[in-house]
């Protein structure tokens, strides 16, 4: 019923940029506000990024603001995150999840995820 499946990911050096996407499958995007996580190996799962059901309302975690960009086209059923300014530390497995508010990222919160994709970044 619920399915997200993200892309976009891949190999990119320092400064460079990336573009994700979240297509959902099965249901209409637009009822849900969209998560954007990340898992690097042997951490926990981090809230990204989260954008409210219409767009209305986004939020990031510090540690991306002023690189990140999320945005929805809910036509489309896609909901992206374009990473700019890349830098080692966002190497991870990026998801993206539906819940029915951003509140504080907390992962229970979060009904619905994708099967994640791969982004490095490295020289």
């Known amino acids: 019923q619920l399915q997200l499946v993200e892309s976009g990911g891949g190999l990119v050096q320092p400064g460079g940029s990336l573009r994700l996407s979240c297509a959902a499958s099965g249901f209409t995007l637009d009822y849900y506000a969209i998560g954007w996580f990340r898992q690097a190996p042997g951490k926990e799962r981090e809230g990204v990024s989260c954008?409210?059901?219409?767009?209305?309302?986004?939020n990031y975690a510090d540690s991306v603001k002023g690189r990140f960009t999320i945005s929805r086209d809910n036509a489309k059923n896609t909901v992206y995150l374009q990473m700019n300014s890349l830098k080692p530390e966002d190497t991870a497995v990026y998801y993206c999840a539906t819940a029915f508010g951003c509140s504080d990222y907390d992962p229970n919160l979060f009904f619905s995820w994708g099967q994640g994709t791969q982004v490095t970044v490295s020289s």
């Open positions: 954008i409210s059901r219409r767009g209305s309302s986004t």
